[in-house]
Each structure stands twice: as structure tokens, then as C-alpha cells.
């Protein structure tokens, strides 16, 4: 993850971005875990006094930036920036930490998509894992990017998903 960050940085595609918007910050580093995007990482930067995120695409060596697009976010969260180096795990140790917890708590529950999000949240700078089942629920689980502790988890079905809080 630090390398694909180092890379993005350095390359053309987003020094040109970020000559253009000299307040963005990093907010995020996605990935979807599975065999078709097993090679690729999306990481977002948001600016502030557009209120827009623009997203770069990375797959293998081809970065694509995205067009800025509104923020999802709650009205009154305050998007903040990553601090890298609080970021003392990579995906692959956030993953591990959370596929032992859906083994030990939720072994019912077994997961056919898998979702990494690095991200700045209300509670924190976590790993927001989350994972599809084969029960036809989500399993979020959050970890903290310094310290590897679960922060938080929580099983529901997908059908009460829109109503959950």
C-alpha cells in the first residue's frame, strides 16, 4: 500500500491533479478483494474547498483518475486526512486480523466478498473491513491502523442494511 502511494505520487497523472488542487489530501485506499481486482487499488483524495474527492485508479502500472464526484459522507462529518504514519499494518494483516475474528465469533457466516477501505472515521483511523457472506449479511468490522485492535464489529443481515445506523 505505501509503495502504490509512493508510486501514485510520483507520477505525472497525479502531479497534475495536484498542482490544480493544492489542498487535497489523501482520505482513502480501497480495495476489492477479489480475483478480478486483485491487482488493483483505488486511493482517493478529497479537497476541501470543493467539497469533491477524485479517485485514482491503480491496476498494475495504469493509473486512471476519475472525475471529482461528491462526497458520501454524513452532513456534519469533517473529512480528515490519513496519517500514514499511523498506518502500521498493510491491507494483508488487517484482513488476516479480521478473517480470524469472522472464524472465531462468526464461523456461521462465511465470506464470498471482501472489502478493505483505509480510512479516517469519527472513531478513528481504522481499517474498515468489510466482508459479504454467504448468509446473505454483512460482517463490518473496523481495526485500528496503529495499534491492530478491533475497534468494532457487526454482523446484519443485508436485507436490513438500508435501515441500519
Not at 132 to 142: G, M, Q, R, S
Request: hydrophobic share 40%; with cysteine; net charge positive.
Amino acid at each position: 500500500m505505501f509503495d502504490k502511494i509512493k508510486t501514485l505520487e510520483s507520477s505525472k497523472e497525479f502531479k497534475g491533479f495536484k498542482s490544480k488542487n493544492k489542498d487535497a489530501f489523501l482520505t482513502h485506499v480501497f480495495y476489492m478483494l477479489d480475483e478480478a481486482n486483485r491487482n488493483c487499488v483505488q486511493i482517493g483524495y478529497y479537497n476541501p474547498k470543493k467539497d469533491k474527492i477524485t479517485t485514482f485508479i491503480m491496476e498494475g502500472d495504469c493509473i486512471t483518475k476519475t472525475p471529482e464526484a461528491e462526497v458520501f459522507k454524513e452532513q456534519e462529518t469533517v473529512i480528515k486526512p490519513l496519517d500514514m504514519s499511523k498506518a502500521k499494518i498493510e491491507m494483508s494483516e488487517a484482513v488476516e486480523i479480521a478473517e480470524k475474528l469472522q472464524r472465531d465469533k462468526y464461523p456461521a457466516d462465511q465470506p464470498i466478498k471482501k472489502i478493505a477501505i483505509l480510512q479516517h472515521l469519527p472513531i478513528g483511523q481504522v481499517w474498515n473491513i468489510t466482508f459479504v457472506t454467504a448468509t446473505f449479511k454483512t460482517l463490518n468490522i473496523k481495526i485500528d491502523s496503529q495499534s491492530k485492535k478491533v475497534v468494532s464489529d457487526r454482523l446484519i443481515s443485508i436485507a436490513e442494511f438500508g435501515k441500519a445506523s
